[in-house]
């Protein structure tokens, strides 16, 4: 045990002994008082703060936020600059890598192994060798120690530079490393980053590197640009609500699901953030839950993302879909947020504020280059001009009878006096002592011409470099050229923009419960499963019910719920549903008048009463009935007995009825009291056929006017789809349908339209042209045939098409030929070859404004026939003018 715990405490260091009484005592009662004046104490409350600020502006300066120079979190930086010091154009151990990392990095080899791993999943600025783990499955890379790593050529070429690097002290001061790296890119936004700090979070999205470049140099020309992200995941987004990267913004993000078969999904992209395993588990959780119906899941994914997603019997795909966007992770919203370290000091900016001060930076780092290019090769022409002076005018043999070095010194600098004036700067001492140093041997090979023809290759770059100077804004234009040249082909956009369609829940969920009904005690609920059953419904669908007195409401699905007595109608309600229509009798009091309505509710206030009669006391429904496409009934009214009533019975023809909104009153149907109502005819639809429009943006049909119409569709018509690889198919008029992006003609299917077809035949190697009219099938056909090197080259349905052929190769002298199609060959089935267009090799396959006919009437028989009406050239509207050219 120590001494100094037995000493005193309140004694000098070293004595023992005890004060003495009285007046000792009050000497260090005032030295204690002395002593607490000088000592400064800080409560544990001001600790905290302190301490704490400390804290959070390390952890947003040193760890979390990158820089908006160099896009890097201080860890990618020490282990790019790392990377650097060891690249000798060969692969280093990943271990190796992170040890000598560990120079510059105070935190630990895993922290550093995880942020190499990550910058080696960004496939940019590291080249990888051996397993570095799956971006698509989340499978994780293998040990350090045997997996590979060096500095990408993109890397080399834009991130170092160490003459115009910033450096400082390493954490324990015995290195050296970058303040920030000079890169002379859009880093940032090229990677994309994400970080949590202390009071603040930064997610920035990667972007497409052509897509940047191109930004940047519309930037330094003064023009306009738009920037949205690109994910390695690929998949499509949305990016209506982006804002630029601000906060605030949001991008939706999907994975791209198609079908391969009425059975079979697949899925070959994945949204960003996420991987196949928590996408299924996403998907599976839904199907628990009973949102999704499906049967199984295959992941297939390798190279590629590749997810079977398998569907049982009498399940729509097209529903599916749009019921995975919406309960599973194959739709997601990412908010972006574009925080930054500059001046020292965490900013928020948007995307575009960052690409302009990335390129600014870039400008102002080839400048400095230059100015540093300029100053060796001023440098490297002094030298040069000096020796050539002192080698050709002999003045190395002035210095043989010197004694001293100072000596030599002088003499050499008397020597070069005459011609000082040919020099762009003074002589130094260094300069001379430069001169001194030149060997015998180098002195006697002097070759006069070299030197001269050196000093000019030098003159002639620095002509150049200075050039570069004063037009800095067009070289660094160049310089952006040159890097998309070289690696703009190694990274295409992955992630399609596409606008999405608000997919309502409601009406993709699958109906997984049951709803039941107890008239008698007036509950309503998916538990009553000994009472009457009313539906097959959802747990999130709302319900409408009807009441005798008039009254209806809307409610929320329940296992349980009281709804009262006297219903006569109840079903899942459709929110903005214009096509269910309600014919309703009613008598207004209990002897008013009768009246007759009908109407449709397309929007309500949950659990809010409404009335369709008038309101008085007393109010009775008489006749009901839900129509989900608008029909119309015949009613046979029978009335009450009484004195001088001639006619007891009557039909009414609900068809004669308007349709109106659900507050109105509705005609008088009687003034009489009525015994009964009763249904003698059902009637047809009153609404007329379904306008049908297609919205190319999202590829989806719409009753909203979006896009293009293609016509009013009554029960049995379908559309017809004619895609750019030559397959055409029938669908119905469904909503909920999909359709690929590949779509060339979309229209109400009309079996009567004559189709010319030009297409490349791969079998024969020749182009052919084909007449035909489509026939209803059940899945897509192929009418080019099914070589699939095969391809279409141009599909119209004009009536009179023409062509100008332009030759090629060893025929493209020969005169261009012009072909009436109607006239070159006539129509036949789709699956028909046609007839070959030419034998000579073919540039390229024009469409020119077709000639209209104009039939002429038909004439009696007995009249003799009329001359053919002569040609006209006119020009067609938009819809039947031009062959679609892809």
């Not at 052919?768 to 599909?795: A, C, H, M, T, W």
Request: aromatic share 10%.
């Amino acid at each position: 045990m120590s001494d100094d715990i037995n000493k005193h405490p309140e004694t000098p260091e070293g004595n023992n002994e005890e004060p003495e009484k009285g007046e000792n005592r009050d000497n260090l009662s005032q030295q204690r008082q002395d002593e607490s004046h000088d000592v400064k104490i800080t409560p544990l409350q001001g600790m905290y703060r302190s301490w704490f600020l400390d804290y959070a502006s390390y952890v947003i300066l040193e760890r979390a936020v990158p820089h908006i120079h160099d896009g890097l979190k201080p860890v990618q930086r020490r282990i790019l600059h790392a990377m650097r010091r060891i690249e000798d154009g060969r692969y280093n151990k990943v271990a190796n890598i992170i040890g000598y990392t560990m120079q510059y990095h105070p935190h630990g080899d895993a922290s550093i192994g995880d942020a190499l791993v990550q910058l080696g999943q960004k496939n940019l600025l590291i080249d990888t060798q051996g397993n570095w783990g799956n971006i698509f499955t989340g499978d994780s890379a293998a040990a350090p120690r045997y997996i590979e790593a060096r500095l990408s050529k993109f890397a080399l070429d834009v991130v170092f530079n160490p003459k115009i690097t910033e450096w400082k002290p390493s954490y324990d001061g015995r290195n050296q490393e970058p303040v920030a790296l000079p890169v002379k890119f859009p880093l940032l936004l090229a990677q994309g980053v994400e970080g949590i700090a202390v009071g603040l979070a930064s997610k920035i999205l990667p972007h497409n590197i052509a897509e940047l470049i191109d930004a940047s140099i519309a930037y330094l020309k003064g023009q306009s640009f738009e920037l949205y992200p690109d994910f390695p995941t690929g998949g499509m987004m949305d990016v209506s609500r982006y804002n630029d990267g601000l906060r605030g913004g949001v991008v939706r993000v999907r994975a791209k699901i198609s079908k391969l078969d009425n059975k079979t999904l697949v899925i070959s992209d994945i949204p960003f953030g996420k991987n196949t395993t928590t996408l299924i588990e996403s998907i599976l959780k839904a199907n628990e839950k009973g949102k999704i119906k499906i049967k199984k899941i295959d992941d297939n994914t390798a190279q590629k993302v590749e997810i079977l997603v398998h569907l049982p019997a009498n399940t729509s795909p097209d529903k599916t879909i749009d019921a995975l966007y919406a309960f599973t992770d194959c739709e997601l919203s990412i908010s972006p947020n574009a925080c930054v370290i500059r001046d020292e000091k965490p900013a928020f900016l948007t995307v575009s504020e960052i690409l302009k001060s990335n390129t600014d930076h870039t400008v102002h780092l080839l400048t400095r280059e230059l100015e540093i290019r300029k100053g060796e090769l001023e440098e490297a022409w002094h030298l040069s001009s000096l020796e050539k002076i002192f080698i050709e005018n002999k003045i190395y043999q002035r210095i043989e009878e010197c004694e001293t070095y100072e000596a030599i010194i002088k003499t050499i600098d008397h020597g070069l006096e005459p011609f000082k004036k040919l020099l762009k700067r003074e002589v130094t001492r260094d300069d001379i002592i430069k001169l001194t140093e030149i060997k015998i041997k180098r002195i006697s090979k002097f070759d006069s011409k070299k030197a001269d023809e050196y000093i000019a290759s030098l003159e002639e770059e620095l002509e150049q470099v200075e050039y570069n100077l004063n037009n800095i804004i067009p070289y660094t234009i160049d310089y952006y050229k040159g890097l998309k040249k070289k690696y703009s082909s190694r990274y295409p956009r992955m992630t399609e923009i596409r606008s999405f369609e608000n997919i309502e829940a409601s009406k993709v969920v699958v109906k997984n419960e049951k709803l039941y009904i107890n008239r008698e005690d007036g509950f309503v609920g998916t538990a009553l499963k000994k009472d009457e059953f009313v539906c097959n419904c959802s747990d999130i669908d709302d319900i409408i019910i009807f009441y005798k007195d008039g009254r209806y409401l809307v409610t929320k699905v329940q296992e349980k719920a009281f709804v009262g007595k006297n219903i006569i109608h109840i079903a899942v309600f459709k929110r903005n549903d214009n096509r269910t229509i309600y014919n309703v009798v009613y008598r207004d009091g209990k002897r008013g008048n009768t009246y007759v309505k009908r109407f449709a509710v397309t929007g309500v206030t949950r659990d809010k009463e409404y009335n369709l009669t008038k309101g008085t006391p007393g109010s009775e429904v008489l006749y009901f009935s839900a129509n989900p496409n608008g029909e119309a009934e015949v009613l046979k009214v029978t009335l009450k007995p009484r004195p001088r009533l001639r006619n007891q019975f009557f039909e009414f023809d609900m068809a004669g009825q308007a349709i109106k909104g659900r507050g109105a009153q509705g005609n008088i149907l009687t003034k009489y009291d009525i015994h009964k109502i009763v249904l003698k005819k059902k009637g047809e639809s009153t609404l007329g056929g379904r306008k049908i429009w297609f919205e190319p943006e999202i590829l989806r049909l719409n009753v909203d006017g979006h896009g293009k119409y293609l016509g009013e569709f009554h029960p049995g018509d379908q559309i017809l789809v004619m895609t750019t690889d030559g397959y055409f198919f029938q669908t119905s008029y469904d909503l909920a349908n999909h359709y690929e992006d590949n779509i060339l003609y979309i229209e109400k299917f009309n079996p009567d339209v004559v189709w010319s077809a030009v297409y490349y035949d791969a079998d024969q190697d020749y182009y052919y042209v084909k007449r035909f009219q489509v026939e209803p099938v059940s899945k897509p056909q192929r009418f080019i045939g099914d070589n699939p090197k095969s391809r279409l080259i141009r599909l119209t349905h004009v009536d009179y098409p023409r062509l100008e052929i332009k030759f090629g190769g060893e025929d493209k002298d020969r005169e261009k030929k012009i072909v009436e199609v109607a006239e070159f060959i006539n129509v036949k089935g789709w699956r028909a070859k046609g007839k070959r267009l030419t034998t000579y090799q073919v540039h390229k396959i024009m469409e020119l404004e077709p000639i209209v006919r104009e039939k002429p009437e038909p004439e009696p028989e007995s009249e003799p026939e009329t001359e053919s009406e002569e040609m006209k050239d006119t020009t067609e509207d938009e819809d039947k003018g031009q062959m679609s050219i892809f």
